[in-house]
C-alpha cells in the first residue's frame, strides 16, 4: 500500500516525463517521510555477440547523467530525502535489480517515453517493469502533446568522441553502434561531428589520424523543444545524417538521426 512506502525507487528519463514523475515520487516520500531513490540508465549498446561495446565509452554519459539528476533534485525535491544513482545497462534489467538492491517499497515511472534499444526490441519499459516488478509500480501517464517534439524521439546519452581520440577508436565505435556520425565533446562542450564518410576517406591512415584532425566544426544543431518537422527540414537542406542535441546551456543531451525522425513520422501517422 502507498502508506507503507518509505523507499520508492523513481526511474527518470531526461524529457518532460521527469517532472510529473518526480512530483508524485515526492508526494508519497512527504506523507510516508520516505526517500525517493532516482534513477536514470544509460542505455549500453549490445553487439550481437551479446557482449557490451567499451564500457569506458560511457563514462561520460554517466557523470554527464548524475549532473542533470542533481539538478532535477534540487528542481523537483526540496524537503524530501533522495539520493541520485546513475547506471550503465540495458534499462529494464537496471531497473530491476535496483529495485531489488534498495529495496524498494514501490516504483514509480512514467508510462511512455522512448528508452533506446529497450524500447525498439522489448516494447515499453515500463510494461515490462510492470509485468516483473517484485514490489508495486505506480505508473504516471504524461501528457503525449509533445510527441512531435526533438526530445521525445532523440537518442539520448550518445556515444561521443574526443578531439584527440584516434580515427581507429572512433571507426570501432560507428561499427559496433552502427552511427553514421558522432558528436565529438571537449569540456563538456561539442566542439565538432566525425562522419562515417570521414573515415571512409581516412582509409589506410586511421591509426594515426587523430579526430580533431578531419572533424567538421561548423556543427548544426536543434534543441528539444524544437518540432520533429524543423528538424526534418534542417536535415534535409543540409544533407545531413544526423545533428547532436543542445539544452539551453549549450550542453549536449541527445542526438537525432535520420532514423529517429523516420520512426517519429511513421508512429505519429499510426
Not at 152 to 173: C, F, G, I, Q
Amino acid at each position: 500500500m502507498l502508506f507503507e512506502s518509505k523507499r520508492i525507487l523513481c526511474p527518470v528519463d531526461f524529457d518532460q516525463s521527469a517532472d510529473s514523475v518526480l512530483a508524485m515520487a515526492a508526494k508519497i516520500a512527504a506523507s510516508n517521510d520516505g526517500t525517493v531513490y532516482v534513477l536514470h540508465v544509460v542505455t549500453m549498446i549490445i553487439t550481437p555477440a551479446g557482449m557490451p561495446v567499451y564500457v569506458d565509452l560511457y563514462k561520460g554519459q554517466e557523470e554527464a547523467a548524475l549532473k542533470r539528476l542533481r539538478e532535477l533534485g534540487q528542481k523537483h525535491l526540496p524537503g524530501v530525502k533522495y539520493n541520485l544513482v546513475a547506471h550503465i545497462g540495458e534499462p529494464v534489467g537496471t531497473i530491476l535489480r535496483a529495485e531489488k538492491q534498495i529495496p524498494a517499497d514501490l516504483v514509480v515511472m512514467a508510462t511512455h517515453g522512448r528508452r533506446g534499444f529497450a524500447h525498439l526490441f522489448l516494447g515499453s519499459v515500463a510494461e515490462a517493469i510492470v509485468r516483473e516488478s517484485v514490489c508495486p509500480v505506480m505508473t504516471v501517464r504524461t501528457k503525449s502533446a509533445n510527441s512531435h517534439l526533438v526530445e521525445h524521439w532523440m537518442s539520448a546519452n550518445p556515444v561521443t568522441a574526443r578531439p584527440d581520440e584516434k580515427l581507429a577508436s572512433v571507426e570501432k565505435y560507428m561499427q559496433d553502434g552502427k552511427f553514421r556520425s558522432i558528436p565529438v565533446v571537449n569540456n563538456g562542450r561539442v566542439v565538432g561531428i566525425i562522419s562515417d564518410r570521414d573515415i571512409r576517406l581516412r582509409a589506410g591512415h586511421l591509426e594515426d589520424t587523430q579526430v580533431d584532425s578531419v572533424m567538421s566544426t561548423n556543427v548544426l544543431s536543434v534543441t528539444p523543444e524544437m518540432s520533429v518537422w524543423d528538424a526534418a527540414r534542417l536535415l534535409s537542406e543540409r544533407k545531413i545524417g544526423g545533428m547532436p542535441v543542445l539544452d539551453d546551456k549549450g550542453e549536449l543531451v541527445g542526438m537525432l538521426t535520420t532514423s529517429d525522425l523516420l520512426r517519429a513520422f511513421y508512429k505519429m501517422q499510426e
